[in-house]
């Protein structure tokens, strides 16, 4: 089994910056079998992927509303998944989620096999 836990979420300021963090465990669990994403849900909203990003960090995909502004990155010997988030706006305002799923690199939601409780973000305007 694998346990996901989110942390960095909080209340900012339209223009501000949060950066999230995920760590990952599990008795035979190695970050390195497993493609990562963070996901984000919005009241009222279906769950969508905000970023992705391979095993070894080779493929990296953005969602266009967050390209620009969002980073994604893994650090495979500390288990763990970031998301640094600049020049947040109001529309960012969601619950984040990281994920993980047993192919090497995907954007579909439904190849995510594990996922974390969820950490809030709020943006106000």
Known sequence: QVQLVESGGG???AGGSLRLS???SGRTFSVYDYG???FRQAPGKEREIVAAISRFSGSIYYADSVKGRF???RDNA???LALQMNSLKPED???YYCAASTSAYTL???D???WGQGTQVIVSS
């Open 71 to 73: 980073t994604i990155s």
């Open 108 to 110: 579909r939601r439904g």
């Open 22 to 24: 995920c760590a990952a």
């Open 93 to 95: 305002t969601a619950v």
């Open 11 to 13: 209340l900012v300021q």
């Open 36 to 38: 990562l994403g963070w």
């Open 78 to 80: 500390k288990s763990t």
């Open 112 to 114: 995510y096999n594990y």
